[in-house]
Structure formats: structure tokens, C-alpha cells
């Protein structure tokens, strides 16, 4: 079984997202939880399953979101950082909304080595393209592709403030 944790603030559709996941049809058993932050509270009954990926979700309308996620990613392990996490930021679209600064999520996102998604969910959509997105994160991240590696996106992705940098000095030809 493939286990997955969202970690982001109350509110920010993690339980929609978990939804997603699990409604895209794969060939494992995929199980999805939720928590506000990390660290995980002790749970001294059981062992807990080893959790294969990490999402963590920002909304870019929302403060609160950024310093939940700034206040985990200390106590996520190290080697998780290579494959193992990535970013889903929601609410991008609209600039006057934004509580959040695209580039400190960008740099959140380079400092970590980690993917950054956007989600935009259209209604009736329910997030099916970032969760697939995710999916094919997670699976290369357990070895189902045989060929491709966490380390080999790593090293073929261009750091996301270079694009955003590039983003911003492109001006169209008159």
C-alpha cells in the first residue's frame, strides 16, 4: 500500500484533494491522510505506516497557510526532499487576492528541491489534473517507472525563480 499525507492549515481543501487522489484510478493501493502540521502528535499503540510522499498546500490567499508549511518542513526528515514532497499551491490566479508572494513560494519550492503545482479546480472538475500530477510524482518516487528517478527530475528541472524571473523580463514585440 502507497501512502500519502496532505499537511496544510483547516480550510485549504486537503480533503478535497485526499478526494482526488484516490479517485484517479491506479494498479496500487493508495491511501491518503490529512494533518494540519508536523510534526505528527506521538502515537504510541501502533507503528505508523512509512508515508511515501509529503504534499504540502499553500493558499496564496491565506498567510496562515505559508507559516503552517514554513513551521512542518523542519520536521520532515531530510531525505524525504528528493521525490518524497512537493508543493500544491491553490488560489494563484488572482493577483489583487494574493496575501501570499509568488516568489517566496517559489523560493520555498527551489530551497527544497521540491515540485511546486498550481491547482486550479473549475467546477465539477474536483482537482483530477493536479492529483494526477501528484500520482505520477508518487509513483516514481516507489520505483514504478523503472527508467526514471526522483533524482533525474531533479537534476533536468530549472529552479522555479529562474522561470519566474524569465516570466517577468519578457515583454511581447510591439
Not at 3 to 10: P, S
Not at 86 to 92: D, G, L, Q, S, T
Not at 121 to 131: C, D, I, L, T, Y
Amino acid at each position: 500500500m502507497i501512502l500519502g499525507k496532505i499537511v496544510g492549515c483547516h480550510g485549504i481543501g486537503k480533503h478535497e484533494l485526499a478526494k482526488a487522489l484516490v479517485g484517479v484510478g491506479t494498479s496500487y493501493a493508495l491511501q491518503v491522510r490529512t494533518a494540519t502540521s508536523l510534526p505528527l502528535p506521538e502515537n504510541k499503540e501502533t507503528d505508523r505506516p512509512k508515508i511515501d510522499m509529503v504534499i504540502f498546500m499553500i493558499d496564496m490567499t491565506d498567510k496562515r497557510s505559508m507559516a503552517v508549511v514554513e513551521s512542518s518542513l523542519p520536521h520532515l526528515d531530510v531525505d524525504y526532499f528528493l521525490g518524497r514532497v512537493c508543493f500544491v499551491i491553490k488560489n494563484a490566479q488572482g493577483l489583487l487576492d494574493r496575501s501570499v508572494e509568488i516568489e517566496a513560494v517559489t523560493q520555498l519550492a527551489d530551497t527544497y528541491d521540491s515540485p511546486l503545482l498550481c491547482e486550479t479546480v473549475e467546477p465539477g472538475q474536483g482537482g483530477s489534473s493536479v492529483a494526477e500530477k501528484i500520482l505520477q510524482l508518487l509513483a516514481i518516487s516507489v520505483g514504478f517507472h523503472d527508467h526514471i528517478t526522483p533524482l533525474l527530475i531533479d537534476v533536468t528541472k530549472r529552479p522555479y525563480h529562474t522561470l519566474l524571473d524569465s516570466s517577468i523580463a519578457w515583454t511581447p514585440n510591439s
